[in-house]
């Protein structure tokens, strides 16, 4: 059974970083595709980053581009995601997931379907 365990949020204010992680206990999969995704309330859950964990080839949303970092340690089974210059409509849950391994990992960024394996989420909260 494939489990997944975020940490890392917190309360920040504007212009401020936080690293998030996300352990999993085992992957469900050779080389599979893991990924960040938040929803803030009252908003479709939306896709962060995304990594191949048996690659070097990251992937970005539209809103973490160019500020969020996405990188993975395969020798604790985790993938962080290092978010800096936050801004308050970065605030939201922070979930991580593994993709089914028929999906290319660009693609589940689109659709958090793609990802039968989910964590609890961690808190990430932006405000002065």
């Known amino acids: 059974q494939v489990q997944l365990a975020e940490s890392g949020g917190g309360s920040v204010q504007p212009g401020g970083s936080l690293r998030l992680s996300c352990v999993a206990s085992e992957y469900p999969n050779t080389n599979p595709c893991i990924a960040w995704f938040r929803q803030a309330p009252g908003k479709e859950r939306e896709g962060v980053a995304s990594?191949?964990?048996?690659?070097?080839?990251?992937y970005y949303g539209a809103s973490a581009r160019g500020r969020f970092i996405i990188s993975r340690d395969n020798t604790k089974n985790t993938v962080y995601l290092q978010m800096n210059n936050l801004k308050p409509e970065d605030t939201a849950m922070y979930y991580c997931a593994a993709a089914s391994p028929q999906y290319a990992c660009p693609l589940v960024l689109l659709n958090p379907d793609y990802a039968p394996y989910w964590g609890q989420g961690t808190q990430v909260t932006v405000s002065s």
């Open positions: 990594i191949y964990t048996g690659l070097d080839s990251a």
